[in-house]
């Protein structure tokens, strides 16, 4: 028995440590990205990103945990806006706009501190088409080897790629009323 035990334990050692192992030869550094065309102008799609107090109405990250902590700084929008949140299932963390082209461009320094540490770029990029506006919703960071294990086993550009489109789709309604 002790020695089918053994054979059980080596034989998820060995897994792990192939995991690990192929896991370790991903790139060092990530991007997930997701677009959608919104029937609004550039202007009006802008003043929903760029001011976090409207962020309620189409992140899915701000409906994950409806108990969260959130702190709005002072500005909480256009450029050096800030956002903080602490929240059992959302994590904890920070925002920052660190870029803010109106009817263009926002682009947000996002902090994390739960529930482990990383630091990476968000932007937004508005795009005149037609009658509407191109969203381009981006993140971009890098990946060390704790992220490229989960991004092994879980897949995080489909994970977070899911929740992109709907806060995209979510922001497209929330425009277009």
Do not use: C
């Amino acid at each position: 028995m002790l020695k089918i035990i053994l054979i059980i334990l080596g034989v998820i050692a060995l897994a792990v440590i192939a995991l690990v192992a192929f896991a370790s030869t991903k790139p060092d550094s990530f991007i997930i990205q997701r677009s959608t065309t919104i029937n609004a102008p550039p202007e009006k799609v802008y003043a929903l990103i760029q001011d976090f107090h409207q962020w309620g109405q189409w992140s899915p990250f701000e409906k994950l945990d409806p108990d969260m902590t959130r702190t709005f700084g002072d500005p909480a929008a256009g450029l050096g806006g800030t956002y903080a949140w602490d929240g059992k299932k959302a994590g904890a963390g920070s925002m920052r706009i660190k870029e803010a082209e109106p009817g263009r461009r926002v682009a947000i320094a996002l902090d994390f501190t739960k529930p482990f540490p990383a630091s990476n770029t968000a932007t937004f990029d508005l795009v005149p088409e037609g009658a509407g506006t191109k969203v381009t919703w981006a993140m971009t960071g890098k990946s060390p080897l704790m992220f490229k294990v989960m991004d092994t086993v879980m897949g995080m550009d489909k994970t977070l790629g899911r929740d992109f489109e709907k806060g995209l789709n979510d922001l497209r309604a929330a425009a277009e009323k």
